[in-house]
């Protein structure tokens, strides 16, 4: 008999760590960390029985929504952006999702995200130019109290991090404007957008060690194992309020390397 786990495996421990129907959720991953599902011969195959999973347990009440970067807007200073074609490089499960028959795609040419579901207008239309500011995806997740599923992904890894870093104005980031012109449909704009991003001369990487450490200890974080890893769930406000208190007291600890430099 197979020790590798199946689609039967998956929706029993997401509900045992406490997904149920009408959840919202913000979906981050690293499946490499627990490994394959059994009867999915093709990632294509994979991606489905995660999302269908989900679906399965949230129903039509609730919301799935997962970041479709677009990093390579910045990273090559490109000045175009398709808000329907260019693909998302927050991996293989992403572009699959952002593609996926009645998602919808954010604005922001760099840090979309994309969703699927009852709240997916509320989520990711007609968002401000900002990425983890005010009217951002990631100010209305919070305001329709989703939950983060990580698969693989340690707790401490999560969008609401950078929100985090961006209320606390940590002096190693700052706000960068990006002048693109944007493509939606037929209609090709000049648009201005800002995104809340590093100083490249500071070594930003946090101590995950040390956020999940202190997470830990507050006990809102469920978790199960799965296949060679875990899966995580908690509430999106709960993590943000700790890590404000934990960047607020701690800060030179979670960016050690980037104190060093000032």
Not at 36 to 56: G, M, Q, R, W
Not at 101 to 127: E, Q, T
Request: net charge positive.
């Amino acid at each position: 008999m197979s020790s590798t786990p199946n689609k039967e495996k998956l929706i029993s421990s997401l509900k045992k760590i406490g997904l149920k129907k009408g959840d919202n959720i913000l979906v981050n991953y690293e499946f490499y960390r627990i490994g394959p599902i059994a009867n999915n011969s093709t990632k294509i195959d994979y991606y489905n029985t995660v999302l269908n999973s989900i679906i399965e347990i949230i129903g039509k009440t609730g919301t799935v929504a997962v970041n479709s970067y677009s990093f390579s807007i910045a990273r090559y200073n490109k000045k175009y952006f398709d808000h329907f074609k260019t693909i998302s490089n927050s991996g293989g499960f992403s572009e699959f999702f952002r593609k996926k028959k009645g998602a919808i795609r954010s604005i922001h040419p760099v840090f979309s995200v994309s969703a699927i579901g009852k709240l997916k207008k509320k989520i990711c239309f007609n968002n401000s130019l900002t990425n983890y500011g005010y009217d951002s995806p990631c100010d209305r997740m919070l305001n329709y109290n989703f939950k983060i599923l990580n698969f693989g992904t340690r707790p401490s890894w999560n969008p609401f991090l950078h929100v985090a870093e961006l209320k606390c104005a940590l002096p190693f980031f700052y706000n960068r404007i990006y002048k693109i012109k944007y493509r939606n449909k037929k209609k090709l704009k000049n648009k201005i957008f800002f995104s809340y991003v590093r100083f490249k001369k500071f070594d930003t990487a946090p101590n995950f060690d040390f956020i999940d450490k202190k997470l830990k200890r507050k006990k809102f974080i469920r978790q199960t194992i799965f296949g060679k890893g875990k899966i995580y769930l908690f509430d999106a406000n709960i993590y943000l309020r700790e890590m404000l208190e934990i960047l607020s007291k701690n800060t030179s600890k979670v960016y050690p390397n980037a104190f060093y430099k000032l």
